[in-house]
């Protein structure tokens, strides 16, 4: 292979202070793509300057620049003949080959959009990561008029087995094991050769409780194990026999310091084990040295009791006992170091989370003991009352206590404010520990009103037709499992869009059964005792049911909920629906979006970048025992700046953008 695999021991470690090797005066100001080869030639690619810098990793000198065009770069790959793959995408769609010591390129593969990274196997087969469309396709370099293979991913955001959502860095072992930084899942996935389902090895949904947050890059060492990008946290994880651990930006998070990086974007080893990284907020390239003290403790054979290591993130704990070596060196034990991320909070000044939120408190463990660096973890978790944290709360098997990183699944702990203390005791001298506390806050979520299912914002309906709005069945709260509609309070308004405001007296609207609404706007409803109240018993009011014939019909109404929490008012939220009511009547179909997060509430309409692809589905919420077609419409919305209402036209173009633009056209 052409890049570095360092075989490292266990308790490796690597200076925390970076060297910057090179900064933006000489690689221009948005260092993205790196890489490292056995010779220890570092190439460099600057998105914005559009060149490829070859440097020496020892000193940093400048060897020469390669320019093959615009070519706006995200990644670089080089082979063991000198050959170096680049992407292309953003300006050619195209990933290009510069042939050895020459600007010469060739196009070796066709793609839809950037390759966030490239990696060719040893079996010159070159790998792409398409971000944007959520795939891993790959092509031979060797006929690269071949058709390309989809290799992982289905073209669709998603986080099931199969799928990726905007995959960034990718790693292909000498078993053809293809290892995916799957960003916006926030995991490492691992696909097999032959396998749709990926398997999740690190982050989100994997077996260890070690977060990640947007993923960048993942390496493999000689003994392969994980190297990982993480981002959004602007650190460097790894795996190893003791689970995972943060390795470098690990005490002070994010920023500029020669001990932090900010959102990195690659990382290489060179062949002494040296971590490169490039730190494009930063605008440099950091190289972080491999400790080479770490491993070379001189020690003699001896028979005592000691531990089993069934440590994950830096933890070991003491489970049985076997024969083990200690340390020719004199015996002197400090007290443990303990650094704490997210930093800097207090009982009067805590960490805000909402409840539907998962989170991880994170902790940076010195260790300065020649007998032993074995030790004991363990978390405490209290709930704050006043200035007081003594109510030690008892957890589920949920949360793990005996690991450095503390992970609270969402849902998990109620409103309040929570102290989390982490004690970290030597087991070779039991009288040493120490101990660190964060402070959290869990705050209530915005709930999600919907007067009908899916949040649809509009329908139609026969003005002899019942209609009824229940946001008690309908609405959503993040922090349960389902919505009590006894805890809240509803009101209800109407009006004639886009004839009338709705109805208000001194600045306050008037709900739909306030008795004064008739003066002021008396074409809302025809007939008021057309109302009627059907919730849950302690709340009537999370459902509603208006009448038959109490609409008139040709006419468009808005219907607003106001939705209170009755222990806490602070707490609300709203909901919007128009309902065009006809002669006919109307089977009531929903719609809504694949992913529920694309669709706002409250909205007419929705707002998506013109990259973004929008997933719609469809279903009956009345009986709908025949079906005879299901046909998807499309209409164009202008503004009337006049009116300042959006007026909506058919579009004309669906038969010519069919299966282009459009597709699913006649499907549910």
Not at 417 to 432: E, N
Request: charge should be negative.
């Amino acid at each position: 292979v052409s890049y570095n695999q360092p075989k490292l021991c266990p308790l490796a470690t690597w200076d925390s202070a970076g060297i910057t090797i090179v900064t933006a005066t000489t690689i221009g100001s948005d260092p993205l793509t790196l890489f490292v080869t056995t010779n220890n030639t570092i190439y460099v690619a600057d998105f914005f300057s559009d060149h490829i810098y070859v440097f020496l990793a020892s000193s940093g000198n400048l060897l020469r620049t390669i320019s093959g065009g615009p070519i706006y770069p995200y990644s670089t790959f080089v082979t063991s003949s000198g050959d170096i793959y680049a992407d292309s995408g953003n300006s050619s769609r195209q990933v290009l080959r510069f042939s050895l010591n020459t600007n010469t390129t060739i196009p070796i593969m066709y793609i839809t959009d950037n390759c966030l990274d490239v990696f060719v196997d040893i079996n010159n087969t070159i790998y792409c990561s398409v971000g944007t469309y959520n795939v891993i396709v790959a092509n031979s370099i060797v006929d690269p008029t071949r058709e390309f293979k989809l290799i992982a991913g289905v073209g669709c955001p998603g986080s099931l087995p199969h799928m990726l959502y905007y995959p960034r860095g990718i790693f292909v072992d000498t078993n053809f094991d293809l290892y995916v930084a799957d960003a916006n899942n926030n995991r490492i996935q691992l696909f097999q050769p032959g396998k749709i389902n990926g398997t999740t090895v690190a982050g989100n949904g994997s077996s260890v409780a070690f977060a990640l947050y947007f993923p960048g890059d993942v390496v493999l060492d000689a003994d392969g194990y994980l190297f990982i990008v993480d981002s959004g946290n602007s650190r460097i994880v790894r795996s190893g026999p003791y689970g995972f651990q943060c390795i470098i930006g690990c005490l002070a998070g994010w920023g500029s310091g020669s001990n932090q990086l900010n959102n990195p974007y690659r990382m290489a080893f060179d062949s002494y084990g040296n971590i490169f990284v490039t730190d494009p907020v930063n605008n440099r390239l950091q190289k972080f040295y491999l400790n080479t003290s770490s491993c070379d403790i001189a020690t003699t054979e001896v028979t005592q009791p000691t531990t089993q290591y069934t440590q994950e993130d830096s933890t070991l704990i003491v489970t049985s006992t076997r024969s083990s070596t200690s340390s020719n060196l004199p015996q002197k034990c400090y007290q443990p170091i303990i650094t704490l991320t997210p930093a800097n909070s207090s009982l009067s000044s805590p960490l805000r989370y909402k409840r539907s939120e998962a989170f991880s408190i994170i902790s940076y463990i010195q260790l300065n003991c020649s007998n032993s660096l074995i030790k004991n973890v363990q978390w405490r978790i209290s709930l704050c009352a006043s200035s007081v944290c003594s109510s030690q709360i008892l957890l589920g098997s949920t949360i793990i206590t005996t690991l450095s990183e503390l992970y609270i699944p969402e849902q998990t702990l109620d409103y309040g404010t929570y102290q989390f203390t982490l004690t970290v005791r030597m087991v070779a001298a039991s009288q040493l520990s120490s101990s660190m506390s964060a402070y959290v806050q869990i705050i209530p979520s915005n709930i999600v009103v919907n007067l009908i299912r899916f949040g649809t914002t509009m329908i139609k309906q026969g003005y002899q037709q019942d209609l009824i709005l229940d946001p008690g069945s309908y609405s959503i709260d993040p922090d349960r499992i389902t919505f009590n509609a006894s805890n809240w309070n509803y009101e209800y308004y109407c009006r004639i869009y886009p004839n009338y405001n709705f109805p208000s007296l001194l600045g306050i609207d008037l709900s739909l059964d306030d008795p004064r609404i008739q003066q002021f706007n008396s074409s809302c409803l025809s007939n008021q005792s057309g109302l009627t109240y059907v919730g849950v018993t302690n709340s009537p009011k999370s459902s509603l049911i208006i009448l038959g014939n109490s609409l008139i019909p040709n006419q468009t109404y808005q219907f607003k909920v106001k939705v209170q929490n009755l222990q806490n008012s602070s707490v609300q939220d709203f909901d919007y629906l128009f309902v065009e009511v006809q002669g006919n009547q109307y089977q009531l179909i929903v719609m809504g979006c694949v992913i529920s997060t694309l669709c706002a509430e409250n909205v007419e309409y929705q707002y998506v970048n013109p990259t973004t692809q929008v997933a719609l589905f469809s279903t009956c919420a009345d009986i709908c025992q025949f079906i005879n077609n299901i046909t998807w419409n499309i209409y164009q919305g202008v503004m009337n700046t006049t009116s300042n209402v959006v007026q909506w036209t058919a579009f004309q173009n669906m038969k010519q953008y069919e299966n282009i633009w459009f597709f699913g056209k006649f499907l549910f």
